[in-house]
Nanobody, 123 residues
């Protein structure tokens, strides 16, 4: 299984970015897919996910109303649309996949991880 994330970059506060994660070796529609981020000196945190067991989308409170998770099953790709970016969104963003029988809301549930893409938001 490989997860390839892309789309990061350097933007100004208020700008938007869309991250993409192409999966191979695993069909995204059959698993929980999540986006995590890790800022320097901070723990990795889940920001958005599609939880396979419930079928619902989950968002961290800090990104609700600004970030949007979507997927294209035909391309086996998930996306994270990030709007109104803030300096505190600066982090390395990772996509990850978890078996559907887990909750999908904690890092240990995820068994495959992409390499990460850097998002830097300047004020």
């Amino acid at each position: 299984v490989q997860l390839q994330a892309s789309g990061g970059g350097l933007v100004q506060a208020g700008d938007s970015l869309r991250l993409a994660c192409v999966a191979s070796g695993r069909t995204i529609d059959l698993y929980t897919m999540g986006w995590f981020r890790q800022a320097p000196g901070m723990a990795r945190e889940l920001v958005a996910a599609r939880l396979w067991k419930s079928g619902r989308l989950w968002y961290a409170d800090s990104v609700k109303g600004r970030f949007s998770f979507s997927r294209d099953n035909a391309k086996n790709t998930v996306y994270l649309q990030m709007n109104n970016l803030k300096p505190e969104d600066t982090a390395v963003y990772y996509c990850a996949s978890a078996p559907g029988y887990y909750s999908g809301t904690v890092s240990p549930d995820y068994d495959y991880w992409g390499r990460g893409t850097q998002v830097t938001v300047s004020s």
